[in-house]
């Protein structure tokens, strides 16, 4: 297989790191853009087994987890360190502790199915008509979210709201930041409900099917508003992407992957900085907005792609 180029890893790099976080699938567009491009781009940009380009997306995928540890970093030092007392402690109190063991069970799920399936998923489905149907089916399912998830809990109630911090180890009066006040809210789910919100990323393993979108719809089906969805959303795929990362990370230094090194390193900085960007601009888009414009996007792409493949046969 070709090695990967600068200018592919750069323009896949910025794919990568707006649509892991955009509710509108990194997987699917990875697949399709080659497909839709052609030429020396269908060649070298090809998902498969000992793939280049699979190992250059791994890159990308870890440096869009390390953006979302940087820009949620006051709350993954509360979160971490919560785990940690409750550990120590052994006790569940507070908000940041019940929060930290959320995440962890909530990731279970995706976790194993990952490493049963995403092989098997990825080398029958990772193709471009499978990936652009998904697509498809991705906006529909964003859009029904919109039409049919209950009310929020937290539509009314935000601001007459009290935050209940007497289980704290110190009762000192302290401001509360609005992150906090959301994580504590976050605390406040079940853990059926949670773990059922981050088994939601099991479909992500398909083609198509976005993390965050899909995250999002489960968290608005368990009563959320979109803005702590969201934020539920990216808390869970930190994990997931980080861990996936690191587990096929030494792909990426195999001998017939030497020449995908530069542009891998390129292409991870670009993903970075287009996730930062990403993530800084939808925490203040999903305060007042909602997944349907994601939705129509998903919906068009997906079945404009299998018009063109269809009228090409470039698949």
Same mark, same amino acid.
């Given at each position: 297989?070709?090695?990967?180029?600068? $200018?592919?890893?750069?323009?896949?790099?910025?794919?990568?790191?707006?649509?892991?976080?955009?509710?509108?699938?990194?997987?699917?567009?990875?697949?399709?853009?080659?497909?839709?491009?052609?030429?020396?781009?269908? =060649? *070298?940009?090809?998902?498969?087994?000992?793939?280049?380009?699979?190992?250059?997306?791994?890159?990308?995928?870890?440096?869009?987890?390390?953006?979302?540890?940087?820009?949620?970093?006051?709350?993954?030092? =509360?979160?971490?360190?919560?785990?940690?007392?409750?550990?120590?402690?052994?006790?569940?109190?507070?908000?940041?502790?019940?929060?930290?063991?959320?995440? &962890?069970?909530?990731?279970?799920?995706?976790?194993?199915?990952?490493?049963?399936?995403?092989?098997?998923?990825?080398?029958?489905?990772?193709?471009?008509?499978?990936?652009?149907?998904? $697509?498809?089916?991705?906006?529909?399912?964003?859009?029904?979210?919109?039409?049919?998830?209950?009310?929020?809990? !937290?539509?009314?109630?935000?601001?007459?709201?009290?935050? *209940?911090?007497?289980?704290?180890?110190? +009762?000192? +009066?302290?401001?509360?930041?609005?992150?906090?006040?959301?994580?504590?809210?976050?605390?406040?789910?079940?853990?059926?409900?949670?773990? $059922?919100?981050?088994?939601?990323?099991?479909?992500?393993?398909?083609?198509?099917?976005?993390?965050?979108?899909?995250? +999002?719809?489960?968290?608005? =089906?368990?009563?959320? *508003?979109?803005? *702590?969805?969201?934020?539920?959303?990216?808390?869970?795929?930190?994990?997931?992407?980080?861990?996936?990362?690191?587990?096929? +990370?030494?792909?990426?230094?195999?001998?017939?992957?030497?020449?995908?090194?530069?542009?891998?390193?390129?292409?991870?900085? &670009?993903?970075?900085?287009?996730?930062?960007?990403?993530?800084?601009?939808?925490?203040?888009?999903?305060? !007042?907005? !909602? $997944?349907?414009?994601?939705?129509?996007?998903?919906?068009?792409?997906?079945?404009?792609?299998?018009?063109?493949?269809?009228?090409?046969?470039?698949?």
């Amino acid at each position: 297989m070709s090695a990967v180029s600068y $200018l592919e890893s750069i323009v896949v790099g910025a794919l990568q790191g707006v649509s892991e976080l955009f509710p509108v699938s990194s997987l699917g567009h990875s697949v399709l853009l080659p497909a839709l491009v052609g030429g020396s781009w269908g =060649r *070298d940009l090809s998902i498969g087994k000992d793939s280049p380009y699979l190992a250059v997306l791994v890159a990308m995928h870890v440096a869009t987890a390390i953006a979302l540890i940087l820009f949620f970093r006051r709350d993954w030092v =509360r979160i971490v360190t919560g785990l940690w007392t409750s550990i120590r402690r052994r006790e569940v109190r507070t908000a940041d502790q019940r929060l930290a063991w959320l995440l &962890v069970l909530a990731t279970i799920p995706v976790g194993i199915a990952g490493l049963l399936l995403e092989s098997l998923l990825r080398d029958v489905l990772g193709k471009p008509v499978p990936s652009a149907i998904f $697509l498809a089916l991705n906006g529909g399912v964003l859009y029904a979210a919109e039409k049919f998830s209950r009310k929020p809990k !937290t539509a009314v109630s935000r601001e007459e709201e009290t935050i *209940d911090f007497s289980a704290e180890d110190t +009762m000192v +009066m302290r401001a509360v930041t609005v992150d906090e006040a959301t994580d504590v809210r976050l605390s406040k789910l079940s853990v059926k409900e949670a773990v $059922l919100i981050g088994s939601a990323q099991i479909l992500a393993l398909l083609p198509g099917i976005s993390r965050s979108g899909i995250t +999002m719809v489960a968290g608005l =089906r368990r009563g959320l *508003d979109h803005e *702590d969805a969201a934020r539920f959303a990216w808390l869970l795929a930190t994990p997931v992407i980080l861990a996936a990362g690191a587990l096929k +990370m030494p792909t990426l230094f195999t001998p017939e992957n030497k020449p995908s090194l530069g542009p891998a390193l390129v292409g991870s900085v &670009v993903a970075f900085v287009a996730s930062y960007i990403s993530v800084r601009f939808l925490t203040k888009y999903f305060e !007042t907005r !909602t $997944l349907t414009p994601f939705a129509i996007y998903c919906a068009v792409a997906g079945i404009g792609s299998l018009i063109f493949f269809a009228v090409s046969g470039a698949a």
